[in-house]
């Protein structure tokens, strides 16, 4: 009934997977490649976590 009041985790994911995105394209743009695989190896989680979610 009232489950427009629930949290959407995977709007909530989906944020977080956009921000590290962003943050991995500003340190590939610094030079930073090291950081730059790091980051985009946690968005990739971060991703796996999402396609997880809407199968279920």
Do not use: V, W
């Amino acid at each position: 009934m009232f489950s427009f009041l629930k949290p959407n985790p995977i709007k909530k994911l989906q944020k977080q997977y956009d921000a590290k995105l962003e943050q991995a394209m500003k340190a590939q743009r610094n030079g930073d490649i090291r950081g730059y695989s790091e980051i985009t190896a946690e968005a990739e989680k971060l991703y796996q976590e999402i396609q997880n979610l809407q199968k279920a």
